[in-house]
């Protein structure tokens, strides 16, 4: 806390204005300068504008699931993460990629990992790569047609009760580590029909771009995107909003930092 207020004092120093409790409804992009349409109905214009919304992350259906956030719940599997689970079980939730990775990285250091996914298998959702290092490794298992139905504990993790098809016995396992790599849902809601989104609603930016979304009317004929750059010129995506980011906090501050560079050499154009 004593960090943002800092950071809100630094930038009150620049002459930043800051408003609070606003949540945008539209970009409207076909006006110079931008404008943003606030849930107040007023609206904020601007000749250059970042992104950095976010995005929520999909939680388990379990009343309780939020309480043990951090303290048994991950939404990454970083080193840090695996230090506190390691020589322990493990369970990693999701068939994509980013769950495939996260259990073989994480089966080096942990006693064993248990890969929960709802489906019939993994063939659909996971590179044909991880879906070959998870059945050579003997720290890993699949579980399909499987969810976790609770999760029990007092000031950590302690338990997770879990059901398997075709039976959905409701079995009690004495582990305190979940990894949930279900995926993200950007906020970009108020995006669509102006920014450029990939099929997963995150915004395309810089190299990600298409041609398709490079309009000559957009203006970029005279050049090509910034690297956070969206297919409007001046405005731009950073952090967990944007196609490509890792989703770390660490990572989405570097953005936000490069981000304002490249709004100063717009500006000046």
């Not at 930043?16 to 970009?27: D, G, H, Q, V, W």
């Not at 043990?68 to 322990?88: D, M, P, W």
């Not at 995006?191 to 995150?202: Q, S, V």
Request: glycine share 8%; net charge neutral; hydrophobic share 40%.
């Amino acid at each position: 806390m004593a960090l943002a207020a800092r950071a809100r004092v630094q930038a009150q120093k620049f002459g930043a204005e800051i408003r609070t409790a606003y949540s945008a409804l539209k970009l409207d992009c076909d006006q110079r300068p931008y404008a943003v349409e606030l849930r107040t109905q007023a609206w904020v214009r601007s000749r250059s504008i970042i992104i950095a919304t976010g995005a929520e992350y999909r939680q388990l259906a379990i009343d309780n699931a939020s309480r043990f956030f951090g303290t048994g719940i991950y939404y990454a599997a970083t080193a840090t993460e695996a230090r506190r689970c390691e020589a322990q079980e493990v369970i990693v939730v999701g068939g994509g990629n980013s769950a495939g990775q996260a259990a073989v990285y994480l089966s080096g250091t942990c006693r064993h990992v248990h890969l929960l996914v709802r489906s019939q298998g993994l063939a659909d959702t996971m590179s044909h790569y991880l879906i070959r290092r998870i059945a050579e490794s003997p720290s890993i298992t699949l579980h399909v047609h499987t969810e976790i139905t609770a999760l029990e504990g007092d000031e950590q993790l302690e338990r997770v009760i879990w059901r398997s098809a075709p039976d959905n016995v409701p079995q009690p396992h004495a582990i305190g580590h979940v990894f949930l790599m279900t995926g993200a849902i950007p906020s970009t809601h108020w995006l669509k029909g102006c920014i450029a989104l990939n099929d997963n609603g995150f915004v395309r930016t810089g190299s990600d771009l298409t041609a398709a979304d490079l309009e000559p009317a957009h203006g970029f004929a005279a050049r090509q995107p910034q690297s956070f750059e969206t297919n409007w010129p001046g405005i731009f995506a950073v952090g967990d909003v944007r196609c490509g980011s890792v989703k770390r906090v660490a990572a989405a501050v570097g953005e936000g930092s490069a981000c304002v560079q490249q709004v100063h050499q717009v500006l000046h154009h």
